[in-house]
Structure formats: C-alpha cells, structure tokens
C-alpha cells in the first residue's frame, strides 16, 4: 500500500514513522527545507531556538516515552511572568496571590474578588475571566494581551477558556504552570538540536520531498501535483490546511500566525531565576518573549531571547470561534474515501504535540 503524507511537521514525521511500521510505502512532502515545522530547531548566533517555545507537555508516559527513546529528555518545572506595565512590575503567570498583594490596586482586587458571582456560567472566554477575577485582574493579565494575540476587538468572540489557564485562575503556594503540583510536567530534548533527530529517525524509512509546496491534489484519484511530477498513492494524511487542501471550497479558514524575533543579549541571563518566558498584555505590539537558554539548557556567556508579534506571515493558530469550527467541519466531513487530516492544522484544532500523536495513533488504529 502506498501512502502519501502532506506536511512535514510532528503529525506527517509521527504519521510516517507509524505507516512505515505497518509497512506502507510512504512519500512525505514538506514545503520547507527542513522537517517539524515550528517545532525544529534553528541557530541564532550558535543558541538553539524553534519558534515559538516548544517544552513538551507530558500529558502521560506513552507519549513522553515515543520521543524521549528516541531523543533523551529532561524534565522540568515551566515558570512564566507577565509584565504590567501600569504597575511597573512583572508577576508570575498564572495568577499569583501573593502577587496580588503587592498590586498598588490591591484593595480594589480584593473588593472585586469578594464580589465574584458564586457561580461561572460565562459562555465566553472574556465573561468567564471577569467572573473568576474581576475586571481589575483581567485588564491587567488576559484583555489586552488576547485581544492582540487574536486581532480581535473584544474577547467575547470566544466561546470558552481552552486559550487559558482553565479553572485555576488564581493560583497559591507553587508558582508553576503546572497543574499537578510537585512533579514537573514540561520537558524538552537534552541534545542542541532538540526534536531534529526524532524527525529524522521519523522518516527513516520514507521518500522524503522537501522544498515543495502542495498546491494541487486530486483527492478522489489520491493524486498529487508536483511540477510535472504526479505522484498516486492509496491513501492521502494531509496535515496541511484544510483549506489549502480543498482550494478554498467551502471559504477560507481563519487563522493567525507570528513572527520570530531573536535578539542576543550580552549576559549570561536576562530573566531571572531561570524564568522560560514572558507575556506582554499592555499595549506594545508583541505578546511574549522566551528566553530559550532557559529551555534548551545551552551554555554560553550570552543569551538568546526570541520576540513574538502576532503577524500573518503563517497559519499557526485556528480560531476557536463557532463559525470558523463549523466551516472546519464542513471540510472534514467531505474528505473523500481515504483520505485522513490529522494534527494542529488538518483538524483546525490546538493540539499539544502529545495531542498530535494521540491524533496520529488513533487514525492508524482504523487503518490496516
Ligand atoms: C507558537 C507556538 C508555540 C507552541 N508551543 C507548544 C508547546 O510549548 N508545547 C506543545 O506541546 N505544543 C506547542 N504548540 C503546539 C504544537 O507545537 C503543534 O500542535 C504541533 O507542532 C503541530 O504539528 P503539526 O505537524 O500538526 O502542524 P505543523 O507543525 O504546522 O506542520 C504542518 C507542516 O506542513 C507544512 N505545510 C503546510 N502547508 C503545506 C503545503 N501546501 N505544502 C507542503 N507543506 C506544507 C508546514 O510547512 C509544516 O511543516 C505550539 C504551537 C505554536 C504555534
């Protein structure tokens, strides 16, 4: 059976690795020169980066262990800060008492979280913010920041909380990002070159075209178009846009992207306590700076940190907007016979790259 993957990132390089096991005959095509989309690893300046920060969420011990026994990797605690600049300070994200407390607006805080409806039965990401923390709370941490992040003019437009830090809103003791405290649930490969190697040994056993962008697919006769080339498989996992898949039938999809910034820094670290990264939800235009020392543990006397503005350069993030998930759903109902769309993309969903795998590993269990 012959198989082709379209897009290279982590679902085409898992997808390949899990055809390849069933001993599929599988051709991936990548539009860049380079595997893992933005999860693989670049240099600025000799400092490791990808784009965006990529610390891999353990979700449980079988996704972890599908690349830590292929790549090693070191576990750790994710700490993030948020800048305010009304307050001149930075705090830690999520929200922290203790941080509350040194708020010049703190008795302001404290009377609007007294006054917090008993019960949240917000039916939008802004309503259910305000009624976990108030409007003080919220303008500081969330309102501006999504707004940039998703060029929107109000966080309404959201029909829940899966863009924040659901249900714990406010947190004590542990200043972590993770939910289970005490055990670190972040990790990243230990090796310079992050994910790389995983995605090599991904495609190991496959044709592999890079620098080629798909632009025409004959999904009924399982076809695709590559200069003069036409290559036939059995069947199709696109990972690409639905709506770069289908030409646009059913309208485009909306999406937002971001670009990168690097910056080297003459010191050993700009944030402190070995903080990974920070949020910016005032008005300057970019959202979120890492430091990536903090991530990759590279050695060197300077630091990198990479800046990001929310741009349209890219198709990163799908809008968790009902009529965006409803136009996803008409293309993905009208795939035709074995052709699949898996991963971030192909589902318009945010998936972690556990979530990816996941989705991968469920498609390959209707295959044969
Ligand atoms: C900024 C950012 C930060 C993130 N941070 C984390 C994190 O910290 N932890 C975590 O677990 N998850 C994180 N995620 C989510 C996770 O990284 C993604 O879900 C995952 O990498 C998606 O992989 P994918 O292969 O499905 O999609 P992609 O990586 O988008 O792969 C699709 C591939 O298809 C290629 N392609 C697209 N169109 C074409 C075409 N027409 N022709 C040929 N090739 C094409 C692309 O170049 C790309 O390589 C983050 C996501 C973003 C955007």
């Given amino acids: 059976m012959k198989a082709i993957i379209l897009g290279g990132g982590v679902t085409g390089c898992a997808a390949a690795r899990e055809l390849s096991a069933k001993k599929y005959d599988v051709t991936i095509i990548e539009k860049n020169n380079y595997l893992g989309g933005g999860c693989h690893t670049f240099f600025w300046g000799g400092h490791p980066y990808t784009e965006g920060p990529r610390p891999f969420h353990v979700e449980n011990e079988k996704i972890f262990n599908y690349i830590n026994e292929i790549v090693p990797m070191r576990l750790f605690h994710l700490y ?134 798909i632009e025409k697919v004959d999904l009924e006769k399982k076809i695709v178009y590559l200069d003069n080339e036409k290559i036939r498989a059995d069947i199709i996992i696109s990972t690409i846009a639905l709506d770069d898949l289908m030409e646009n039938t059913y309208g485009e999809l909306r999406y ?75 293309y993905l109902n009208n795939l035709p016979k074995d052709v699949y769309a898996v991963g971030r993309l192909g589902t318009y969903r945010y998936l972690t790259i556990g979530q990816c795998f996941e989705n991968v590993w469920e498609l390959m269990g209707k295959l044969n």
């Avoid at 708020?103 to 008993?118: Q, T």
């Avoid at 959201?158 to 289970?180: H, M, N, Y």
């Fill in 256 to 330: 937002m992207g971001r670009d990168f910034y690097p910056i080297v820094l003459p010191v050993e670290y700009a944030f402190k306590d070995g903080h990974h990264f920070i949020h910016y939800p005032n008005t300057e235009k970019y959202t979120r700076i890492v430091e990536y020392k903090a991530i990759t543990g590279h050695k060197s006397p300077y630091t990198l940190l990479v800046m990001e503005v929310p741009s349209h350069s890219n198709k990163l993030y799908s809008y968790n907007i009902k009529s965006e998930k409803e136009k996803a759903m008409l």
């Fill in 80 to 213: 993030l800060d948020t800048y305010i600049e009304k307050d001149r300070n930075f705090y830690s994200f999520p929200i922290h008492w203790d941080d509350i407390q040194l708020m010049p607006d703190k008795e302001k805080i404290l009377r609007e979280l007294d006054n917090l409806p008993k019960c949240n039965d917000a039916t939008n990401l802004e309503d259910g913010w305000l009624n976990s923390v108030g409007p003080t709370l919220y303008g500081k941490y969330v309102k501006t920041y999504t707004e940039k992040m998703w060029e929107v003019d109000s966080n309404k437009v959201f029909e829940d909380f899966s863009w924040s830090v659901k249900g714990r809103p406010i947190q004590k003791g542990d200043r972590t990002v993770e939910l289970a405290i005490g055990k670190p649930n972040h990790a990243y490969p230990i090796e310079e070159t992050g994910y790389n190697r995983f995605f090599d040994f991904c495609v190991k056993d496959a044709k592999v075209i890079l620098g080629k962008t």
